[in-house]
Structure formats: C-alpha cells, structure tokens
C-alpha cells in the first residue's frame, strides 16, 4: 500500500468524520448540556464505533475480492456514489441552522462511551462508507500491519474531531460562531468529499 493511498484514506475520513450528521448532533447537545467531561466519553465512544467498522470492513476485503472478483468495480461505483450523495446532502443543508440543544439527562462517564460506541454502531451507512473507500484504495495485498495502523488512524481522527466539537460546543461563544460560519465549512468540505467520490470512480 502506496503512502498516498494511506494518506487519501486517512483524509477522506477526517473529512467524513467533520461532516454534519447524527453523531455531530448528539456531541454537539451533550457538550452543550452535560458539558465537556461527559462529550469527551462520547468521543471515545465514537472512536470505538468507527474502529468496529473499519475493522469489519478490513476483515472482509480480501475475502470478497477473492470470491467475487466482480463486485471490486461494483462497490468502487457504488462508493463514489454514496461519496456524492453525502457532499449533495451538505450541499442541500448548509444553509440550516444548528439544531438546538436539547435537555439531556447527566450519565456516567461508562454511559456516556456505551451510548457513543452504540450511536455510531447503530448507523449502516458508516459500513457503507468504509467499505467504498476501502475498496476503492486499500489493496487486497495491503499488509496486516498497513491495515492495524488505517484502523488506528481512523479510531484517532474519530476520537479527536469529536473531543474539538466537545470542547467548541461547552462553550456558548464557540455555538454562536460555528452557527455564522456553517454554510461555508459545510460547502467547503461537501466539495472535498465530492472530488474524493469522483477520484475513486475513476481510478
């Protein structure tokens, strides 16, 4: 496995991690109501979420190409695809407001991991996204210690992003100000993620 495709998995996720969706909204409410301890718990809860699928998606890789030659275009397809549907998607939403914060009850630091891994466990759309990209830029001949490092890469920038959102949303000042800037950073890497989609479909 090239440098460059390590860096290129690496990246696309940092920006798929960025992007506005479920768990961006339950960070985003815990820090805001529980404060900054508890969304750190969450964090690591995402990060561990991120790790269980990336890692499901890196056990079964070899195996598909092995067994289903085929679906390697397929699925190269398919990713690009839902690539572009999640930039179309922050494309269509960027002008939307920040959701309001809702009254959350106070949990346990356990609690708070249990519902983050759960959280972002629960959303099939993550395989999806794991499985296109790592089709699409892991080989099949990519060795284990290549792969542990991509899952642990993805587990840091899953953990890290949502400990900056957990620190930005406890403060009050930090809301206020992403809510100005929202339309372009949601643009921005809507347009990133699109040319990534693209890349992938055509390599």
């Known amino acids: ?34 404060g900054f301890r508890t969304a750190a718990a969450l964090a690591v809860g995402f990060g561990l979420g991120a790790a269980l699928w990336a890692g499901a998606a890196m056990a079964g890789l070899a195996l598909l190409f092995e067994l289903v030659p085929a679906l390697f275009v397929a699925m190269k397809i398919l990713g690009a ?9 922050m494309w269509r939403h960027a002008r939307a407001p920040l959701p309001e914060a809702g009254s959350l009850h106070p949990r346990s630091l356990a609690a708070a991991v249990r519902f983050g891994f759960l959280t972002f466990a629960s959303n099939p759309k993550t395989a999806v996204f794991f499985g296109a990209v790592f089709v699409g830029l892991v080989p099949a001949e990519a060795p284990l210690a290549a792969r542990a490092a991509l899952i642990a890469v993805i587990f840091c ?47």
């Not at 495709?5 to 992007?19: D, N, Q, R």
């Not at 957990?166 to 992403?178: E, G, I, K, Q, T």
């Open 1 to 34: 496995m090239t440098a460059a495709a390590f860096l290129s998995v690496c990246a696309i996720h940092l920006l798929a991690a960025m992007s506005p969706g479920p768990s961006f909204v339950v960070s985003a409410r815990t820090a805001a109501t529980e």
């Open 157 to 203: 920038n899953e953990t890290l992003w949502y400990l900056v959102v957990a620190r930005l949303f406890s403060l009050a000042r930090a809301r206020v100000a992403y809510a100005q800037i929202k339309t372009t950073l949601d643009r921005g890497f809507g347009a990133l993620i699109a040319a990534f989609g693209i890349k992938i479909a055509l390599s």
């Open 81 to 89: 695809a839902f690539l572009l549907f999640i930039a179309t998607m």
